[in-house]
């Protein structure tokens, strides 16, 4: 691991690389007592950490968080990154400092650039977290060391809300990445085990910004990832597939509450995910990309009906609020309800099982360990140190190309057509996302523009298809036929109303994308 020196004022961080868990208080204690960690002595301790801020959250805005703590007669300043993991993988800086007194000081740290500007006069403390630690100091094959702490406790607000947490955490002290992975897939065969993508700060700060009495999750979107045309692909691989990783499971907790917002996004995350794993086909041996997308499957079809009945119900509140006052519409809309309900129910069970659990843990290993290597044919390895421009820029025409032969004569294409061409529309649009930062902003951002414009009308269009799908299958309690009957009436009305006026409207956006110069550089 690389570390900085120790400086009166900070020019550089040590860099850490961790992984964390959450997991059930009970699971925590009984991993404890595994034979693999029999005769080790464990160091104990408490913590409190106290977290600063401004009132605007200039830190946590800029990905940070800033904490002090006592260590005996210490009192020792931290900051760190709130990312677990980002583009770059599992290592993330960390800066420490010794203090004389209990009061943040940026003085040591004004060499880090993001602090320029945010005013020490202004941090007060925003939560803390306290906690006891058990550390253990394991020696795995390889010459790696390990620390493995199990951490019990909660995360307190300003205003007296406590979020109770239990969680490990491994820490990689010496060697390469492999053995901590081999610990983390030991440890998951015996509890359930939660891969956070995010530090203590982040949940802190996620659940400060709840307001009291309410619940609810922060969901996240896709975010932008950076790349090199000079960079070998399999680099611009592992950093797609950890954008796309982080996108999934920074929503999975706002799935598993059932919040209809974090649902879409996952939903969204595991297509960029399949997407990814077509585009990058050739880098990696079929064996493993067949069990990747098998997975990423299992999962997608899990979420499917929930997403369902969650489209069929936004677009029975469109049509509502042309019929605000009828009641066979209320009755229609609480009929969609109680489907949804029982749909969520699947869809949690698949996110809280084991199943879920290992295969984050396992797509993130085989990422980070660059497990593709392994029973790479030579073909395969020329592809995988190929310049990502190159293979960008020739996955991005073979998705253009693809596009312009599925809209070859739009307007003759039925609802499976137009379905079929916005998959392709969609697939288009989620590679020039992955390999934006190769290319010029202006030209880009002009021609997704005008994709984006295309793959909502179609979108909209494959919802009012789902939805007219799912009439058949609606439950009809007894005594509400005939109002059903009529709403659903009403609805397919305006389905067939809207399918009618957007359908030539598509036809003029196929068109001026078409006009539209791509922002690859095209073969001859």
Known sequence: ??????????????????????????????????????????????????????????????????????????????????????????????????????????????????????????????????????????????????????????????????????????????????????????????????????????????????????????????????????????????????????????NDRATLAGESEGVHQMRVALRRLRVAFSLFKNLMPAEQRDWAVGEIKWLADALGPGRDWDVFGDIVARVRKSFSRDPDIAVLAKAINAQQREAYRGLRNALASRRYGEFALALTAWVETRAWRRQSTLEISVQQVTPAGLLADELLDKRYRALRKRAKKFDQLDAAGRHGLRIVVKKLRYAADMFQSIYAKKPLRRYVERLEDLQDDLGLLNDIATSESLVRSLKRPKGQEAALKRAVALVKGWCAHTTESRVPKLGKRLKRLHAAEPFWPRPE
């Not at 400086?7 to 699971?27: E, H, K, T, V």
């Not at 956070?196 to 990832?225: C, L, N």
């Open 1 to 250: 691991m690389r570390e900085a020196p120790e400086l009166a004022a900070l020019s550089a961080a040590s860099m850490r690389y961790a992984i964390g868990f959450s997991l059930a208080p009970a699971d925590l204690q009984r991993l404890k007592s595994l034979p693999l960690l029999a005769g080790l002595s464990a160091a104990k301790s408490a913590e409190t950490r106290t977290y600063y801020d401004t009132p605007d959250r200039d830190l946590g805005q800029a990905g940070l968080g800033l904490y002090l703590r006592r260590h005996g007669r210490r009192v020792v300043e931290t900051l760190e990154s709130l990312d677990a993991m980002d583009e770059n993988g599992f290592e993330q800086p960390v800066w420490r400092v010794d203090l004389s007194h209990a009061k943040p000081d940026l003085g040591p740290l004004s060499d880090v650039a993001v602090l320029k500007g945010i005013s020490q006069n202004k941090l007060q403390p925003f939560f803390t977290c306290q906690f006891s630690r058990s550390r253990l100091a394991l020696q795995q094959e390889g010459s790696a060391s390990i620390g493995l702490s199990f951490d019990s406790g909660e995360i307190r607000t300003n205003d007296g809300r406590k979020l109770p947490f239990a969680e490990i955490e491994i820490e990689l002290e010496r060697g390469a990445p492999q053995a901590l992975f081999d610990l983390a897939r030991e440890l998951s065969a015996r509890a359930k085990l939660r891969l956070q993508m995010g530090s203590k700060a982040a949940r802190g700060y996620a659940f400060a910004a709840i307001k009291p009495g309410k619940t609810g999750y922060v969901t996240e979107r896709f975010g932008r990832v950076s790349l090199d045309r000079e960079m070998p692909s399999e680099d611009a691989l592992a950093t797609v597939l950890r954008g796309c990783l982080r996108h999934m499971l920074a």
